[in-house]
């Protein structure tokens, strides 16, 4: 029986390259054997990185999901090997097991499409970004502070070093923070992008990086949860959280710095629940440098996104908005 696919139809020069079906198949066959061919595949597109499919297969019709990334030639210096990050990051994500889709497979030999590879299971429930705004707004509090206390539980694990959590490890802060600045003006510079405005914050951090190294335990950060990231209870009256996926950007370091919580912080609007659930921030001089810091990174990040993916005024953005925290660190 020949398989159903569907996949995303995408330009040629597009970032994300989308499988073959005879690919799918011969992952299936690696992962599974040959009793267990794939009835249908559907490729899902609400990701900007990996390309991810929801795989039924003939064993008792069950459904499984099968994320690829990127050909190695095509990833950023700073986003090298995201899925390795992920896969070496769950026995530190035990914490939030049960909300986390678990792995059946996984390779990193690239001998049968070229690419890294992973099957998980299928996580209950809808995605949040499609079924939160169901709920009146006065419900959405409920929301950010289950994310807030979910976050909370990531940031008390203490880790072995700073940085990746699949490394390279940095045995300080400053040293981690300064080795991700430099990679993702290199990024630029591989693009063409100009970086002149990443690598003065870089000289600024290597003067001051004492303040930086007030930082002495490495805690596990989640890199980029927050809502596209979650998903949500199909039936429930409230907005409630049944699982959390895509936990490759997984650092050691300062749990200020996560992603997380500059989402979190974002605006003031129904998200300053995650604050009653997560805890108190610190305000001093020395961790609000550091947030200044910690943008800049995040605005690189940003930066090359928006590249990969054409945005070229989000680009420009980036610039302005690198030049406001500039201003304030000098």
């Known amino acids: 029986m020949r398989m159903d696919f569907q996949p995303v139809e995408r330009a040629s020069a597009a970032f994300q390259q989308s499988l073959t079906a ?153 040293d981690a923070v300064l080795a991700s600045l430099e990679e993702i003006a290199t990024d630029l510079d591989r693009v063409g992008l100009d970086s002149t405005d990443m690598r003065k914050v870089a000289a600024v951090t290597a003067q001051d990086r004492a303040v930086l190294d007030e930082i002495t335990e490495p805690r596990l950060t989640t890199g980029d949860l927050w809502t596209v990231n ?20 997984t650092w050691f370091g300062d749990p200020a710095a996560d992603w997380t919580i500059r989402m979190a912080l974002a605006k003031q609007d129904e998200r300053v629940a995650f604050w009653e659930a997560y805890g108190e921030r610190d305000l001093s001089p020395a961790a609000v440098w550091r947030s200044l810091i910690y943008e800049v990174r995040h605005l690189g990040a940003v930066r090359l996104e928006r590249h990969r993916l054409g945005n070229a005024a989000g680009v420009k953005n980036t610039y302005d908005a690198m030049a406001a925290v500039l201003a304030d660190l000098t």
Do not use: K
Request: charged share 20%; with cysteine.
């Open 22 to 174: 005879e690919e799918i198949e011969r992952v299936c066959l690696r992962a599974f054997g040959g009793d267990a061919a794939p009835l249908s595949a559907v490729e899902l597109g609400a990701g900007m990185y990996n390309n991810v499919y929801r795989v039924t297969l003939a064993e008792r019709a069950r459904a499984v999901i099968l994320r690829v990334a990127p050909q190695d030639s095509r990833q950023f210096r700073s986003e090298r090997h995201l899925m390795r990050n992920e896969f070496a990051s769950l026995p530190y994500l035990a914490v939030i097991a049960p909300l986390m889709p678990r792995v059946i497979a996984a390779d990193w030999s690239q001998e049968v499409i070229g690419r890294d590879w992973m099957v998980q299971s299928l996580l209950d429930g809808v995605p949040a970004p499609e079924r939160l705004g169901d709920y009146p707004r006065s419900a959405w509090p409920m929301f950010f502070e289950q994310l807030g206390s979910i976050t909370r539980s990531v940031h008390g694990v203490r880790g072995p070093h700073f940085g990746p959590v699949n490394g390279p490890g940095y045995g300080t802060w400053s």
């Open 230 to 249: 979650v998903m949500l209870d199909a039936e429930a009256a409230q907005p409630t959280i049944t699982g959390v996926l895509d936990m490759d950007r």
